[in-house]
């Protein structure tokens, strides 16, 4: 009878680079950078379903909104967004709630504006998306 010798194999897994960071949602979610650059293009585009869909709460009026200068600018023309590395506002493993620095610059028809501050950002009730919990901006003088 012949007889077959099966050689161990060695185990193959897919290693896929997951920052702990990040772990609190669901893998392959957008990151929040990534999140909020897609609220800036909503602000931009006055699209208020959808930017009021990024907050955890929306602010029911504009006017009182933790990012209300961006809000209420009138003529908007471009938005630009540039964040650095989040940082864990908790003691979570993973931290359920991260703090993203924010620099940002609004064209207008007339004018220029400059602010910088961070936005704060929870998993969303169902895990698969981070939401802005807050946001703090201040104007930035040239």
Not at 65 to 79: E, G, I, K, T, Y
């Amino acid at each position: 009878m012949p007889t077959t010798k099966a050689a161990p194999q060695a185990a193959t897994v897919d290693v896929i680079a997951i920052d702990p960071l990040y772990g609190a949602v669901a893998k392959g979610s957008e990151t929040p950078a990534a999140m909020l650059n897609r609220y800036m293009l909503d602000l931009l585009n006055r699209n208020t379903s959808r930017s009021d869909a990024a907050w955890a709460y929306a602010p029911a009026d504009p006017r009182h909104a933790d990012d209300a200068v961006l809000r209420l600018l009138p003529d908007v023309r471009n938005l630009r967004l540039d964040s650095d590395v989040a940082m864990p506002r908790d003691d979570g493993q993973p931290p359920r709630l991260l703090e993203v620095p924010v620099k940002i610059r609004a064209v207008t028809a007339n004018a220029t504006f400059r602010y910088h501050g961070w936005y704060r950002v929870q998993p969303s009730a169902d895990g698969r998306s981070w939401q802005i919990q807050s946001a703090s901006l201040q104007p930035t003088l040239d």
